[in-house]
T-cell receptor, first 111, second 111 residues
Framework: DAGITQSPRHKVTETGTPVTLRCHQT?????MYWYRQDPGHGLRLIHY???????DKGEVSDGYSVSRSKTEDFLLTLESATSSQTSVYFC??????????FGSGTRLTVV | QQPVQSPQAVILREGEDAVINCSSS?????VHWYRQKHGEAPVFLMI?????EQKGHEKISASFNEKKQQSSLYLTASQLSYSGTYFC????????????FGAGTQVVVTP
């Protein structure tokens, strides 16, 4: 079941360029999240959304912005990519009082 | 504030038991547990809610000590498929909907 899909799966980009990652869900979940995962740090929250056009910052939001114009889509934009943003990015959704469902991840390399 | 997990790693033989601990310095609403295999997305195992309710994996057991803000995940009669990195995620009472993840516990089950 492809309840949540991320695109692209892999991307290499140059320092200073903007990058947009897409998360699409078919579960009609209200809550959506963007996390980054780096060795030794676990998963760190970048931004999250609790409804269409309702978003808030997480613990590592500097250099990132998000948009949610439809329930099913949550976009993460790196405004000007830096090497420190090389990471694996996971999108997740959540049904109320239950666990997260994660997408397959996007491996982003900034050169 | 990131929850603290222990141990960082554990190696088991098939059939042995292990306990993974997760602690927070803040009052919690819930604790989540996830397992991630190499190169894959984290997968939800269980949520433990304040008040004693639990939802999740039938074969995984866990406890939540609300007074101490601690949770433990019990791997009983471990199988090879239990190998992976286990993450706890904590949800604070004053910020429902946002999980903070621990750094993870790597579990290796050998034949």
């Amino acid at each position: 079941d492809a309840g949540i899909t991320q695109s692209p799966r892999h991307k290499v980009t140059e320092t200073g360029t903007p990058v947009t990652l897409r998360c699409h869900q078919t579960e009609n979940h209200r809550y959506m999240y963007w996390y980054r995962q780096d060795p030794g740090h676990g998963l760190r929250l970048i931004h999250y959304s609790y409804g269409v056009k309702d978003t808030d910052k997480g613990e590592v939001s500097d250099g990132y912005s998000v948009s949610r114009s439809k329930t099913e889509d949550f976009l993460l934009t790196l405004e000007s990519a830096t090497s420190s943003q090389t990471s694996v990015y996971f999108c997740a959704t959540r049904a109320e009082t239950y666990g997260y469902t994660f997408g397959s991840g996007t491996r982003l390399t900034v050169v | 504030q990131q929850p603290v997990q222990s141990p960082q790693a554990v190696i088991l033989r098939e059939g042995e038991d292990a306990v993974i601990n997760c602690s927070s310095s803040k009052a919690l609403y819930s604790v989540h547990w996830y397992r991630q295999k190499h190169g894959e997305a984290p997968v939800f195992l269980m949520i433990l809610l304040k008040g004693g309710e639990q939802k999740g994996h039938e074969k995984i057991s866990a406890s939540f000590n609300e007074k101490k803000q601690q949770s433990s995940l019990y791997l009983t009669a471990s199988q090879l498929s239990y190998s992976g990195t286990y993450f706890c995620g904590t949800e604070m009472a004053d910020s429902w909907g946002k999980l903070q993840f621990g750094a993870g516990t790597q579990v290796v089950v050998t034949p």
